[in-house]
């Protein structure tokens, strides 16, 4: 079989475009192996190929545009699919729009538009039977109301002259609006145009908008044109939704264990359709169980990217209402509901402690159980090393497996022995089964039945995870273990944030194409239908502070476009490597930053000679402050000192790339606010000033963008759930 493709695009010169797809002529989804299209003309791309229908039977195919720095951007959608089996045809045109991956009425096909908030949108229209056919006309129009549904009309007798007396109704095919009619060749070209028709009132409400729709072509024996027209020309803001943000722990109810479950959900669920809202938005569920205290409550810290945390379950539900492990706990239960804020510490012993009881009862049933095999089955990539990860946490008191006695390296092969059924701590790991399985179900039951009310439900994807996280035992290849992430200065982290994240390895995670990322994504689909990129600029930049740093202040963005020491040159300034590079400490200076409290600082400080001073080698950096600070009693005037000294640290102009031999740097922000920055010259001031607001916010722009879009479009494309990214700060242009 012959296949045509004309996709209509206008291209400037040394662009091109491809088709990829799912069989070998077209890549097979790779972009080394694309089949490349040829020029036309100023509204075309074509290109012909050869396939043997015996061999596949459906061909799922979407389009790529290459710029003339080669980048690759492919459109977006990926709902194109063609039947080429048994259709008895020798040669097959397909006609093409092109789908901009930022149309607006893409969003309208994701999961959550698809199968909950659009899924009863248009009429289901009887439509007359087209036993043989030459043409299949599809076109997307997803916010139809109710008994509307999509007529074509054209100025060819088959397409009615215009006259919709006895319309074209077109119907609904895997989410395209689609028609199938026979045209005599002597109706092409055709000018024609698609409506909205009311079935029910059996009258036009009206046609789309913009000039005529024109098709080329012929109908020769044994071919068949199919036309993709892209999306129907008809407003595209007549959908309206709101929805509330919230965390799972705030929705306490009588029912709870004295915080929010899972299962409260539903009762949220209940209100969100009786108020109209469409959306509940969530924090992150994951698992964050690092202490067992206080502090584990922190929901973006996650020890896993795919466990949900435990304090999230319902006894009742797992036990019933009459269970004795849960009777007997009635009046711890209303205690802790009736606390007015969250007692993390007591509410997580008791519940790990009842369903540690609750599984004991139950193991042998539970481990037989086909529905939990099946989910073992399906999750046992994380699950397996996840549950490993909290045995050996617990066992060395600790989750920094860089201290543990055994496995502080993780080892696959010796993990999956280590967690066998035979093992002596097989009890603790199927545990840990027991807690997943059930969140699993309690969550997914949730989801469902916000769903049955309307609903879609928002998840949050953390930029990081925790250092001493499962994630990082098991691929620490995939993070820069050496660095931090966190946020530059604001108003109101003035010396900026450190999350204490490591950073993401990029390069290694594109390397097998972003599997984690994709793995990550592909879990969150089981549960959610949208979800909510945490600082989404982290994918154009992270800030990246220095692990030996404490401060948010001591970092810059990475990857960044370095400032080269010859650029001072070019600027007439003379570069002092140590003047820029090194704290800036003078008798002024600690007078300026500590008036009379000077004299504590002396004892940190060598003398250099005229008035000039510099850290002592044990006191260099930021850690090495925070290590004896935190060996001595705390008080309002060792604090002092401590943020003092950590003042004067960072008291710089410049940090230096490293690897570079001092040839490139990084300018430390908000330099104009130190003392070093102060105590220069105001011609040098100002030649500095002009070099910051270059690296800051001109040279970089193009190269942040480029790096996203190496990254946001791929994984965009891995999933059809609703992606919204968030950010606040210092935004990059465009």
């Not at 996840?386 to 055994?406: E, M, V």
């Not at 879609?456 to 953390?462: Q, R």
């Not at 995870?465 to 660095?483: G, I, K, Q, Y």
């Not at 850290?615 to 950096?621: G, I, R």
């Given at each position: 079989m012959r296949i045509q493709f004309y996709i209509r695009y206008s291209t400037q010169p040394g662009e091109a475009l491809f088709v990829s797809g799912n069989i070998d002529g077209l890549g097979s989804g790779s972009y080394s192996k694309l089949f490349p299209l040829t020029f036309l003309d100023d509204e075309f791309w074509c290109g012909t190929l050869e396939v043997d229908p015996n061999t596949v039977a459906k061909i799922h195919?979407?389009?790529?545009?290459?710029?003339?720095?080669?980048?690759?951007f492919h459109e977006g959608g990926q709902d194109r699919v063609i039947d080429i089996g048994k259709t008895g045809i020798e040669e097959l045109q397909l006609m093409d729009a092109w789908n901009p991956s930022g149309e607006y009425e893409n969003v309208f096909y994701t999961d959550p538009f698809l199968h909950v908030l659009l899924k009863d949108n248009g009429a289901k229209a009887k439509t007359k039977s087209h036993k043989t056919f030459t043409h299949i006309f599809r076109v997307?129009?997803?916010?139809?109301?109710?008994?509307?549904?999509?007529?074509?009309?054209?100025?060819?007798?088959?397409?009615?002259?215009?006259?919709?007396?006895?319309?074209?109704?077109?119907?609904?095919e895997n989410g395209w609006w689609t028609l199938r009619l026979k045209l005599p060749k002597e109706t092409l070209p055709l000018l024609y145009k698609y409506g909205v028709y009311n079935v029910k009132e059996k009258e036009l409400v009206r046609y789309e908008e913009g000039e005529n729709r024109l098709l080329h072509g012929d109908a020769q024996n044994k071919k068949m044109t199919i036309v993709h027209d892209g999306f129907v020309r008809l407003p595209n803001n007549t959908w309206k939704g709101a929805g509330v943000s919230i965390p799972v722990f705030s929705l306490?109810?009588?029912?709870?264990?004295?915080?929010?479950?899972?299962?409260?959900?539903?009762?949220?669920?209940?209100?969100?359709?009786?108020?109209?809202?469409?959306?509940?938005?969530?924090?992150?569920?994951?698992?964050?169980?690092?202490?067992?205290?206080?502090?584990?409550?922190?929901?973006?810290?996650?020890?896993?990217?795919?466990?949900?945390?435990?304090?999230?379950?319902?006894?009742?539900?797992?036990g019933g209402r009459h269970d004795h492990h849960i009777k007997s706990l009635r009046k711890k239960q209303k205690q802790l509901n009736d606390l007015?804020?969250?007692?993390?510490?007591?509410?997580?012993?008791?519940?790990?402690?009842?369903?540690?009881?609750?599984?004991?009862?139950?193991?042998?049933?539970?481990?037989?159980?086909?529905?939990?095999?099946?989910?073992?089955?399906?999750?046992?990539?994380?699950?397996?090393?996840?549950?490993?990860?909290?045995?050996?946490?617990?066992?060395?008191?600790?989750?920094?497996?860089?201290?543990?006695?055994?496995?502080?390296?993780?080892?696959?092969?010796a993990i999956e022995k280590y967690v066998s059924p035979k093992a002596k701590h097989y009890e603790d790991i199927s545990f840990t089964y027991f807690l997943q399985y059930h969140l699993h179900l309690q969550l997914k039951e949730a989801v469902e039945y916000?769903?049955?009310?309307?609903?879609?439900?928002?998840?949050?994807?953390?930029?990081?995870?925790?250092?001493?996280?499962?994630?990082?035992?098991?691929?620490?290849?995939?993070?820069?273990?050496?660095?931090?992430?966190?946020?530059?200065?604001?108003?109101?982290?003035i010396k900026g944030q450190n999350w204490g994240f490591p950073t993401y390895n990029w390069e290694r995670m594109a390397q097998d194409n972003f599997e984690w990322w994709r793995k990550r994504f592909a879990q969150m689909a089981i549960y959610f239908d949208a979800f909510r990129i945490d600082h989404i600029l982290g994918f154009f930049r992270i800030?990246?502070?220095?692990?030996?740093?404490?401060?948010?202040?001591?970092?810059?963005?990475?990857?960044?476009?370095?400032?080269?020491?010859y650029e001072f040159g070019q600027r007439g300034m003379w570069f002092n490597y140590h003047r820029f590079c090194k704290p800036y400490i003078t008798d002024a200076v600690l007078w300026e930053l500590f008036g009379p409290n000077k004299e504590k600082f002396i004892p940190f400080l060598n003398a250099e000679g005229n008035n000039h001073y510099s850290?002592?080698?044990?006191?260099?950096?930021q850690r090495q402050v925070e290590k004896l600070f935190s060996s001595l009693e705390e008080n309002a005037d060792s604090t002092k000192i401590r943020d003092g000294l950590y003042d004067l640290i960072s008291n710089v102009i410049l940090f230096e790339q490293a690897g570079s031999n001092g040839q490139e740097f990084h300018f430390r922000i908000s330099v104009e606010s130190t003392t070093s920055f102060r105590?220069?010259?105001?011609?040098?001031?100002?030649?500095?000033?002009?070099?910051?607001?270059?690296?800051?916010?001109?040279?970089?722009?193009?190269?942040?963008?480029?790096?996203?879009?190496?990254?946001?479009?791929?994984?965009?494309?891995?999933?059809?759930?609703?992606?919204?990214?968030?950010d606040l700060g210092m935004v990059p242009r465009g």
């Open positions: 195919y979407g389009y790529v545009f290459r710029n003339r720095e080669s980048q690759l997307k129009a997803p916010l139809l109301k109710k008994n509307e549904a999509l007529i074509l009309s054209g100025n060819a007798e088959a397409t009615g002259k215009w006259e919709i007396t006895d319309p074209l109704l077109m119907y609904r306490k109810s009588r029912d709870s264990f004295g915080v929010g479950e899972f299962n409260d959900l539903k009762l949220l669920a209940d209100w969100a359709e009786k108020t109209g809202l469409k959306l509940i938005q969530l924090l992150p569920v994951n698992d964050t169980t690092v202490t067992r205290t206080w502090k584990d409550s922190y929901p973006y810290a996650s020890i896993s990217a795919f466990a949900l945390h435990p304090i999230y379950l319902n006894l009742e539900s797992i007015p804020e969250l007692d993390y510490e007591q509410v997580i012993k008791f519940k790990l402690s009842t369903l540690r009881e609750m599984f004991l009862s139950r193991k042998e049933k539970f481990l037989e159980d086909e529905d939990f095999q099946q989910f073992f089955k399906d999750n046992k990539h994380w699950l397996i090393p996840y549950a490993a990860f909290c045995y050996l946490r617990d066992r060395n008191g600790t989750a920094d497996f860089s201290r543990w006695k055994i496995y502080s390296v993780y080892d696959k092969a916000a769903h049955r009310n309307g609903v879609i439900i928002k998840g949050d994807i953390p930029i990081g995870v925790n250092r001493s996280s499962c994630d990082a035992w098991t691929n620490p290849e995939l993070f820069n273990m050496n660095v931090q992430s966190g946020a530059p200065p604001d108003d109101f982290a800030w990246n502070i220095p692990i030996e740093s404490v401060q948010g202040i001591m970092g810059f963005f990475a990857p960044a476009l370095p400032v080269h020491v850290l002592k080698e044990e006191y260099t950096t105590h220069l010259d105001w011609n040098m001031q100002q030649q500095l000033r002009s070099l910051y607001n270059d690296y800051f916010y001109r040279r970089q722009d193009e190269f942040w963008r480029k790096e996203a879009m190496e990254k946001l479009p791929s994984l965009k494309r891995s999933t059809n759930m609703l992606i919204c990214g968030e």
